[in-house]
């Protein structure tokens, strides 16, 4: 099984943001969506499966390489 999801390259950049309250708030939420995305992606890993994320330009090259070495491998 592979799941290829997007990610949102701005998520990272909010979950270092301290400047203010509103901040802290939001940086909190970001890393725990980061966490939450992490969690998944070990939760498929040990279903046997593979995760791929990415933004969305780069993401269906991504999924297309992997399918194209896990046929030339007999994985699939």
Request: glycine content about 8%.
């Amino acid at each position: 099984m592979l799941v290829g999801s997007v990610t949102d390259g701005g998520i990272a950049s909010i979950a270092r943001r301290r400047d203010s309250r509103e901040d802290v708030y939001l940086a909190a939420a970001a890393e725990r969506t980061l966490r939450d995305a992490e969690n998944v992606a070990e939760a498929i890993l040990r279903a046997g499966g593979e995760a791929i994320s990415a933004d969305p330009d780069d993401l269906p090259p991504r999924i297309a390489d992997r399918y194209l070495e896990l046929k030339a491998a007999g994985r699939l």
